[in-house]
């Protein structure tokens, strides 16, 4: 038996769709942001990529619910999102002034790390037309009520982006309950995001609020401790050294606090250096932990958008095998694979995620 009431076949148009801002990546490949003299170009956003996972990876039908400012790097993010296969007829096109001042679109400057050095991300989203959204932009009535939706996904990236955001992820969550579509929220916690609107206190009282209305929970030990309050008991401050039991106890909390959560999940990242990471997860489903594969000592290309292709693993295994061992298992290898590439979105397949599952090794493929 399902651990989720998904909407039988035939009731529904997308399979998911997620609602966040999608922002112009520009990477400077193995050099620095204050040295390059280029930029790759790619989409991304936390919330939007696991859609595109979904998408792309997974093969099933999916949008996108944001916004842009008018004009033609707003065209260039959408060109993105269509090579992707998202749908992008949600999307809510703003009037561009000619220069920013009313409204635009959001870049996020991100080098990949190596070694010692870690990663970073410099981005320039202020005043843009996704963090301007408020209730009553979007027809969740329609979208939710007449297209027919199986899982809504959005996240605490979206949530901190202005004072108006978080009101249009309660708006959306509680049509979406309406309508019995599964919610998943992915807490990520940035700071620079939260500072200036009241900084930690206001993550959580917002955060907490979500929670309330939330079917599947994801996150990592920052997250739940810095959005909902929770403490994981035993890490060193560096995340070299991950104490399992300690997230276990954390969970076993927040399902006591928010009996709502169907599903937990937690992404384990023992960060050895930017490019070695010890990697796995856990689930929490039925009053039960599920430890997934693990991959000790995984080497990293760009571990930007990681989390993220947990997440629509996560999801997939969720809505087709209703098996939470499956599930984390989906999760953490389509995890693992897109921290082989460059981007914040996946490139892997569903055949080379169920093959890391099986274990199938590097070798070449003739």
Request: charged content about 25%; proline content about 2%.
């Amino acid at each position: 038996m399902s651990i989720l009431s998904l909407k039988p076949e035939g009731s529904y148009k997308y399979d998911c769709i997620s609602l966040g801002e999608v922002m112009l990546r520009l990477d400077p490949g193995d050099g620095r942001i204050k040295n390059t003299r280029e930029f790759k170009a790619w989409e991304g956003g936390g919330e939007y990529n696991v859609s595109r996972g979904l998408r792309k990876c997974f093969g099933m039908n999916c949008a996108v619910v944001t916004a842009f400012a008018e004009n033609d790097i707003g065209r260039l993010i959408e060109d993105f999102i269509l090579q992707g296969g998202v749908d992008t007829s949600l999307i809510k096109w703003v009037p561009y002034d000619g220069i920013g001042r009313a409204v635009r679109n959001g870049l996020n400057f991100t080098e990949k790390g190596f070694g010692i050095r870690a990663a970073l991300g410099v981005s320039d989203r202020a005043n843009t037309a996704a963090s301007q959204l408020k209730a009553g932009d979007m027809d969740w009535e329609y979208i939710f009520g007449e297209l027919g939706v199986r899982w809504f996904h959005t996240g605490g990236i979206f949530a901190a982006l202005s004072e108006t955001t978080p009101q249009v992820v309660i708006e959306a969550v509680k049509t979406a309950k309406k309508y019995n579509t599964i919610v998943s929220y992915d807490l990520n916690y940035r700071p620079s995001l939260w500072n200036y609107i009241g900084g930690n206190k206001k993550a959580q009282e917002v955060n907490k609020e979500i929670a309330k209305y939330i079917d599947v929970m994801i996150g990592n030990e920052e997250d739940f401790t810095q959005c909902l309050g929770f403490e994981v008991e035993g890490n060193d401050s560096n995340l070299k050294e991950l104490d399992i039991e300690g997230y276990k106890k954390m969970i076993d909390r927040v399902v006591k606090e928010y009996p709502n959560m169907k599903v937990v999940a937690t992404t384990l990242r023992g960060v050895k250096t930017a490019t070695v990471n010890d990697w796995s997860a856990i689930c929490w489903a039925e009053g039960k932990i599920y430890r997934s594969i693990e991959f000790p000592g995984l080497e990293i290309y760009d571990r930007v958008g990681g989390g993220d292709s947990f997440a629509s693993g996560l999801v997939y295994g969720l809505m087709t095998a209703g098996d939470a061992q499956k599930a984390v298992n989906y999760g953490v290898a389509h995890g693992a694979l897109a921290m082989t590439t460059p981007g914040d979105t996946s490139m892997a397949s569903l055949k080379e995620v169920e093959g890391v599952m099986k274990g199938l090794g590097a070798r070449v493929v003739r």
